[in-house]
């Protein structure tokens, strides 16, 4: 496709459920991030992907979160247990390279709605 | 500790106006700035990068600056429209790094 792709772009789950967040970047683009905005917040960095590095998993808030990137490109953010304070909108953004010089292109997002 | 501000306050003008935007960040070295533009219920676009060594950077009626002394870049919308109207976010690289820290936004309501 021509821009990053999330899906589902609703989730509405039950508190201790696990969901799993999908991110197709933009083809050829080697650099992933996800990021975590909750209302009227900024973005909250949570994991990077750089080709085939060793991700930076700095910025998840604890073990109940992780990701991976399959091959290259689709990525998976998975959160186990989930509780209340995950609601958010998670965004997935792809990037051709790495470096601060490099502008992101995001995609619109998955809302989680933890009940 | 590290901080990004930007006016939480949304900035509310009259079309034809110039909007400016500060974004002020303390205990960062960035070497670029980017400014972004997000529309509710959509994912942030890339709208500038200014470099550290840039003072100014135009793109149609697009100004950024960037200012290391005062750790501080204005964001300028020049003959404003409606269409304007968004929430604009300052991001910066972390110590020279590929990780972009963004600010919280500012919300801008061009009236017709």
């Known amino acids: 496709g021509a821009g990053v792709s999330q899906s589902p772009s609703n989730k509405v789950t039950e508190k201790g459920k696990d969901v799993e967040l999908r991110c197709d970047p933009i083809?050829?683009?080697?650099?992933l991030y996800w990021y975590r905005q909750s209302l009227g917040q900024g973005l909250e960095f949570l994991i990077y992907?750089?080709?085939?590095?060793?991700?930076?998993k700095s910025g998840l808030p604890s073990d109940r979160f992780s990701a991976e990137r399959t091959g290259g490109s689709v990525s998976t953010l998975t959160i186990q247990r989930t509780q209340q304070e995950d609601s958010a909108v998670y965004l997935c953004?792809?990037?051709?390279?790495?470096?601060?010089?490099?502008?992101?292109?995001f995609g619109s997002g998955t809302q989680l709605s933890v009940l | 500790s590290q901080k990004i501000e930007q006016n939480s306050e949304a900035l509310n003008i009259q079309e034809g106006k110039t909007a400016t935007l500060t974004c002020n960040y303390t205990?960062?070295?960035?070497?670029?700035l980017q400014w972004y533009r997000q529309d509710p219920g959509r994912g942030p676009v890339f709208l500038l990068l200014?470099?550290?060594?840039?003072k100014e950077k135009r793109k149609e009626r697009l100004k950024v600056t960037f200012d290391t002394t005062l750790k501080q870049s204005l964001f300028h919308i020049t003959a404003s429209q409606p269409a304007d109207s968004a929430t604009y976010l300052c991001?910066?690289?972390?110590?020279?790094?590929?990780?972009?820290?963004f600010g919280s936004g500012t919300r801008l309501l061009v009236r017709p």
């Open positions: 953004a792809s990037s051709l390279g790495q470096g601060g010089n490099e502008k992101l292109f």
């Open positions: 083809s050829g683009h080697t650099a």
């Open positions: 992907f750089q080709g085939n590095s060793a991700p930076d």
């Open positions: 205990n960062y070295s960035p070497a670029y």
């Open positions: 200014i470099r550290e060594n840039e």
């Open positions: 991001a910066l690289n972390k110590d020279s790094s590929y990780k972009l820290i």
